[in-house]
Nanobody
């Protein structure tokens, strides 16, 4: 089991920035690829970004490229999602999730399959981001 907890959400004005955190107390957290997803009201959960175990490879959805940056600090057992130039359409609950297939993603660049929510058995409870216009 991997336990995850998101924080850093809040109410911000359009054009502002937020840094979301995904922290874990799991001893082996540093071996897991981590993904960020979001779910807006009335919409399906969508992939935002992912990072491999050591931060050497990242993968973004097309809509996230340019404004979102995923990073991790394994010494702190934390993965971050920096969101700049926030837009009202970024309003959603943001979730982090851990991918359990550590061997598959241990080497090489992340591939599109990393964006499938079915790849992630462990999820946090989410943090709300609300962007006002």
């Amino acid at each position: 089991q991997v336990q995850l907890g998101e924080s850093g959400g809040g109410l911000v004005q359009a054009g502002g920035s937020l840094r979301l955190s995904c922290a874990s107390s799991t001893r082996t957290f540093s071996s897991y690829p981590i993904g960020w997803f979001r779910q807006a009201p009335g919409k399906e959960r969508e992939f935002v970004a992912a990072i491999n175990w050591n931060g050497g490879s990242t993968y973004y959805s097309d809509s996230a490229k340019g404004r979102f940056t995923i990073s991790r600090d394994n010494a702190k057992n934390t993965v971050y999602l920096q969101i700049d130039s926030l837009k009202p359409e970024d309003t959603a609950v943001y979730y982090c999730a851990a991918n359990s297939d550590t061997r598959r993603w241990a080497v090489g660049a992340l591939r599109p399959e990393i964006s499938y929510s079915t790849e992630y058995p462990y999820w946090g409870l989410g943090t709300q981001v609300t962007v006002s216009s």
